[in-house]
Each structure stands twice: as C-alpha cells, then as structure tokens.
C-alpha cells in the first residue's frame, strides 16, 4: 500500500499565523508580538505540521512535563523559550487536545531586519537550527529578565510610529538574542550530568557502529546519523560535545575513527588500503589525509613504530 504523503501547511505570512490562533490581522505586516493574557494562543490549534516564513519566538510559562526536550527529560517545570526560523518543519504538540499556551509568541518576517546587521547575524545563533522541542528552560530571574524585553517591544509596537521606532524594536530582539544565548550556554553546564550520559551512549553508538561493519556499507559515520541515534538534533550534538569535550560532533567522530584506525594498524596486518576501506573510507587517500592531520604521521609510518 502506498505510504501517505505528510503535507506540512505554509505559513506564508504573519497573517496566516494570526488566522490559525483565531486573533484579528497583525497591526504590522512584518512583526507581531502576541500577548498571551490579552489574546490565549492555544497550540494545538496549530496545524499538526507547519512551516513558517518567518521567525518565531515563544515562551511557554508552564511546560507540565508535555514538551519534549532532546531525549524527553526535564530540569526545570516554570518555563520555557522555543525557536524557529523559516522553512523549518515544526510539528504540533503531542496531546492535541491540551492546552498548552504562549505567554508571549514574538513573529518576525525576515524583511523587517532587512538593512541591519541582525538580519545576517540571526541565523548563526544555535538555537534558530534546533529541532522545535528542545526547550529553553529559565529559572525565575531569567524569565523576568526574558519577559521584561518583551514588554519593551509590546510597548514600542503599540506605541505611536516614528522613525526610530524599528530601530528600537530590533535592539530589543538583538537583546532578547544575546541573553538567550548566555542561557543556552548555561543550560549546558548545568545539564552536563544528563550530557555526560549521553556522551557514554554516543560512544556505545560508535563502537556499535564499526563492531557491526556498518562502515563496510555505509561509509564514515555521520553526524546526522549519530543524532538521529540519540533523538537530538545535529546542531545541539555538537553544542553539547562542545561545552563537554570542547569539540564539535564531527571532531568527535574523526577522533573516534582515527582510535579505530590505530588499533587496526597496531593489531591486524590489513594493509592501510583496508583499513581504510574498512573504516568507511572510499578513497584510502582521504583516510592517509585525515590520519596524518590528526597525528603528524602517515598510517604506515604508524604501523612501522610497532615493528
């Protein structure tokens, strides 16, 4: 029987997304800062799958253990940020009939930071290319600090236009940015008894991975396929290595495949041709490559220091 094609639903416009909360068209085409005690933003009134043209900011003011985060646990219950940025696929939440509720839902058309340095910077925060349910959780004081912005951008977008109205709408949203980030980093540090659980899991995966010859098939690790073992995104993999190891998922998985390599070279007599190919490399070329980067030696000359 032929598979049923999901379609995903396309909020073009910040109007669309007005539309499917129920709530009247936005005051302005380009930014849109929906205030959950005036207006109830009720999620699951959402499409079960949508992808947004715009930005998207959310804080949820209760999660209740009903978002995932990553591998679904939880270190805080008070709150959260989530983002998105556009042409992701977000699905709904898991319980359709909850209602689960924005205290503030900020929307941001990639047009409106035309002609400021924000409009390039925002991609390169992190968490713009999470998956949809991992979670900034806040404590108290960075939720006051979170929604107090939120507040300022309410006001201005209600106030009277003038001509440094935008201008101080997209300091706020770079402010709002930056403290995300310094929370995100902080997350991490406190979440490193979680991460450091799943560094051992990453590293069952990887031995997993070449004690079953899945290289001989499949090649070099990726770091997709590793994150799709642990249930997170790529992205937020390397952040947490990153903040644990101080190297990112690819960095991790070359080192693992030149451990692998050494205890090829030391204990078999499989040329480096073969261990190459038996590590997942199609050219023995870019095996000799990566080896010598690693270890300022060629693999022979490896092998040579065991003889």
């Given at each position: 029987?032929?598979k ?7 909020m073009?416009?910040?109007s ?6 129920g ?15 005036t ?11 949508h ?7 959310s ?14 646990y ?5 709150g ?14 898991a ?12 929307l941001?058309?990639?047009?409106f930071?035309?002609?400021y340095?924000l ?6 925060y992190g ?11 806040l404590s108290d004081?960075?939720?006051a600090t ?20 935008q ?8 402010l709002l940015?930056?403290?995300a980030?310094r ?5 991490f ?7 450091s659980?799943?560094?051992?899991q990453?590293?069952?995966?990887l ?14 690790p990726?770091v997709?396929y ?28 070359h080192?693992?495949?030149i ?15 073969e ?5 997942g ?16 030696i060629?693999?022979?000359e ?6």
């Amino acid at each position: 029987m032929k598979k049923e094609e999901i379609v995903h639903v396309k909020m073009e416009s910040l109007s669309d997304m007005h539309r499917a909360f129920g709530l009247p068209a936005p005051a302005h085409p380009l930014i849109s800062l929906i205030d959950g005690a005036t207006n109830r933003v009720i999620l699951s009134r959402l499409p079960h799958s949508h992808v947004l043209n715009f930005y998207k900011i959310s804080y949820k003011p209760s999660l209740g253990g009903k978002l995932k985060y990553g591998q679904g646990y939880y270190d805080f219950d008070e709150g959260g940020l989530l983002f998105a940025a556009p042409n992701q696929i977000i699905g709904n939440h898991a319980n359709n009939d909850a209602e689960i509720c924005s205290q503030y839902t900020l929307l941001i058309h990639p047009d409106f930071l035309w002609n400021y340095p924000l409009a390039k910077k925002i991609r390169q925060y992190g968490f713009f290319s999470y998956a949809a349910n991992e979670t900034l959780h806040l404590s108290d004081k960075e939720k006051a600090t979170i929604i107090s912005i939120f507040k300022i951008i309410e006001e201005e977008l209600n106030s009277r236009i003038d001509d440094l109205s935008q201008d101080v709408v997209i300091s706020q949203i770079e402010l709002l940015l930056t403290y995300a980030d310094r929370f995100y980093k902080r997350q991490f540090i406190t979440r490193k008894t979680v991460n450091s659980d799943l560094l051992q899991q990453l590293e069952s995966i990887l031995d997993a991975y070449f004690a079953d010859e899945k290289s001989l098939n499949q090649g070099t690790p990726t770091v997709q396929y590793l994150a799709e073992k642990l249930n997170l995104s790529p992205s937020y993999l390397s952040d947490m290595l990153r903040s644990l190891t101080g190297q990112n998922a690819q960095q991790h998985i070359h080192n693992k495949l030149i451990e692998k390599a050494k205890e090829k070279l030391s204990t078999t007599s499989l040329s480096v041709s073969e261990v190459a190919y038996a590590l997942g490399f199609e050219h023995p070329q870019s095996f000799n490559k990566l080896f010598k980067a690693k270890t300022n030696i060629s693999p022979l000359e490896f092998r040579r220091s065991f003889s």
